[in-house]
């Protein structure tokens, strides 16, 4: 056999490996624990939702009412964290409470980042404390503590009316220490729909969410920190956020933080929890991937040259082998090559329908995956010039490390 039939059949390989050895990544069916929405608490706990935001003045109206108007039984209150935004993200929020009522709302500020924090693990790290100091001033004076949950979203994520019931119930029905969903991003434009889709695909076929949900022997920890519900207890036990205060990928150093500290964690796709910030250009998307791809690869030149080649053999070769097995007459590379894409389309599809978008994109995975191959170097490039994981006017290349207290 030529040299591309042996690549294209070792690519077919490992489209086999991924179809049935990796958790079942594909499949979008690990959704909120079953019968969690019938399963409903005699006593619904406290509930405090901590929304870090940084010139989030674009989005926020169409995200912090839907957190102002929750269903919720129990007792609930919105802090949102005005990371030094510059452009009256905390007045507009006021603004927002004022008009449309519902839970209480807190804008607090905590001032730069120290260093070694990241600033959205500081705006969170401010934000728990109120709520903890809040609950201790409640019990000096007899009444109900501090929350027994907290809520951590994003301010550019919008929530149907009942899912912080939904996610309180799932949590407490099943036991669980960590709640979080994948919510759904926005996919308007063409650049959205080719590139969005794809980075939920990759995610999960990194983390698959089965490995993750697993009671017994987890082989996988992550969460999505768009929406995270997590137990103020376990919180305190796994000392969050400030075992985490460094990392620029924070929602899987939280996971992994939980999971060290005992808790048990959930990670699913939502269907009520969607993300409202526009990527209308392929840079704006180019930049989500690229301020933390090399992050993810540990900073090591290594791990991002074995990720490119893995990358290539996964996604590039099979039409690569397809068209040279059409055009060279090389049978055996053809029907290696087509097959493998056509499994490749065939695990793309499910999340395809999860985004509502056509299935006819599914055997556009291998160009999507050539962009993300380029984000990925352009993430390190970007790290080794001193502008890595920037974001929002911020750079945490090289976070220092921070003292410990």
Same mark, same amino acid.
């Given at each position: 056999m030529s040299a591309i039939a042996w690549i294209a059949v070792g690519s077919l390989a490992a489209w086999g490996w991924l179809l049935l050895g990796q958790g079942f990544f594909w499949r979008t069916d690990q959704r909120l624990p079953a019968g969690s929405a019938h399963s409903e608490p005699e006593s619904w706990?406290? +509930?405090a939702v901590v929304v870090p935001a940084r010139d989030e003045a674009e989005v926020l109206p169409l995200s912090l009412p839907s957190l102002l108007v929750q269903d919720y039984p129990g007792e609930a209150e919105v802090l949102l964290v005005d990371d030094g935004s510059t452009d009256g993200t905390g007045k507009l929020a006021g603004e927002l409470a004022a008009r449309y009522?519902?839970?209480?709302? $807190? +804008? $607090?500020?905590?001032?730069e980042p120290e260093p070694g924090w990241t600033g959205k693990l500081w705006a969170l790290r401010h934000g728990i404390a109120l709520a903890r100091a809040r609950g201790l001033e409640c019990a000096r004076h007899g009444e109900r503590g501090g929350p027994e949950f907290l809520l951590l979203t994003d301010a550019d994520i919008a929530h149907e009316p009942?899912?912080?019931?939904?996610?309180v119930a799932g949590a407490v029905g099943n036991d669980l220490d960590l709640v979080s969903q994948m919510a759904r991003l926005r996919v308007v434009g063409a650049w959205e729909r080719l590139v969005v889709p794809a980075f939920v695909y990759f995610f999960a076929?990194?983390?698959p969410f089965r490995w993750i949900n697993r009671s017994r022997r987890p082989r996988a920890t992550a969460a999505a920190g768009g929406c995270v519900l997590l137990r103020t207890e376990t919180a305190e036990r796994a000392?969050?956020?400030?075992?985490?205060?460094?990392? +620029?990928?924070?929602?899987?150093s939280l996971a992994?933080?939980?999971r060290r500290a005992g808790g048990r964690i959930w990670l699913g796709l939502a269907e009520r929890v969607d993300s409202v910030r526009p990527y209308p250009r392929l840079a704006d998307l180019w930049r989500m991937v690229s301020r933390s791809a090399y992050a993810q690869l540990r900073h090591n030149p290594l791990v991002l040259a074995g990720t490119v080649a893995g990358l290539a053999l996964v996604y590039l070769v099979p039409p690569v082998a397809l068209a040279a097995g059409l055009l060279g007459g090389d049978a055996v590379a053809g029907w290696a090559g087509g097959l493998a894409w056509a499994v490749m389309a065939g695990t793309y599809a499910p999340m395809l329908h999860h985004y509502r978008q056509p299935l006819w994109l599914a055997p556009t995975l291998p160009f999507t995956?050539?962009?993300y191959l380029l984000m $990925?170097?352009?993430?390190a490039v970007q790290h080794y010039r001193g502008r890595g994981a920037a974001w929002k006017g911020r750079t945490y290349s090289r976070p220092e490390a921070a003292p410990d207290r």
């Open positions: 706990p406290r +509930v009522g519902g839970l209480p709302l $807190t +804008v $607090t500020s905590p001032g009942d899912s912080l019931r939904l996610l076929q990194l983390y000392r969050v956020p400030e075992s985490i205060r460094q990392a +620029v990928i924070d929602d899987v992994r933080a939980v995956a050539l962009l $990925t170097v352009d993430s």
